[in-house]
Antibody, heavy 122, light 108 residues
């Protein structure tokens, strides 16, 4: 069964770039059929979709974050990554990686990683 | 952009039925997915495509979707069902995933 695990710094300074990696186990990213996603949750708040990537490199981003977001994939390591530039305190959140099932954008996210808290502070 | 509206909270006694709504313009034309999130944990899919259940999710969890409202129904509620519940759709007009604001289910 596929499992996802986020990793990266828990503290990022304002104006810097937040970088996170999601390692996939129990299945291969390059097998296709899924989109690999990033979703965040501000403290005590709801869920916000950031974007996702296909193993081929095709990406889709939340329009509100698009100018600052880059999602990339490394099939050799079975990982995908998130970079969010010019961060502010408003980017403090728990960041989740998740698998979006199938080729249709109408599909659901399952499974999810456990999440990692990233705090933006000097 | 498309907005999904959920009640902030729903309370129900053990053994009773909880209904959590998700409102959106013509949501009945979209596929709605529901997630359960317990404190300190990642969300877990409980219903997909309006009314289908992933393997391992109890039959007590069911969903429906029509008109401007989708509903997650939890029958015979247990203390362990206490959690936040989120609905989710894809909005084709803005090309983005949309989540509802979440509903906290309290088991009295």
């Amino acid at each position: 069964q596929v499992q996802l695990q986020e990793s990266g710094p828990g503290l990022v300074k304002p104006s810097q770039t937040l970088s996170l990696t999601c390692t996939v186990s129990g299945g291969s990213i390059s097998s296709g059929g899924y989109y690999w996603s990033w979703i965040r949750q501000h403290p005590g708040k709801g869920l916000e979709w950031i974007g996702y990537i296909y193993y081929s490199g095709s990406t889709y981003y939340n329009p509100s974050l698009k100018s600052r977001v880059t999602i990339s994939v490394d099939t050799s390591k079975n990982q995908f990554s998130l970079k969010l530039s010019s961060v502010t305190a408003a980017d403090t959140a728990v960041y989740y990686c998740a698998r979006r099932n199938g080729d249709s954008p109408y599909n659901w996210f399952d499974p999810w990683g456990q999440g990692t808290l990233v705090t933006v502070s000097s | 952009s498309y907005v999904l509206t959920q009640p902030p909270s729903v309370s129900v006694a053990p053994g009773q039925t909880a209904r959590i709504t998700c409102g959106g313009n013509n949501i009945g034309s979209k596929s709605v997915h529901w997630y359960q999130q317990k404190p300190g944990q990642a969300p877990v899919l409980v219903v997909y495509d309006d009314s289908d259940r992933p393997s391992g999710i109890p039959e007590r969890f069911s969903g429906s979707n029509s008109g401007n409202t989708a509903t997650l129904t939890i029958s015979r509620v247990e203390a362990g069902d206490e959690a936040d519940y989120y609905c989710q759709v894809w909005d084709s007009s803005s090309d983005q995933v949309v989540f509802g604001g979440g509903t906290k289910l309290t088991v009295l």
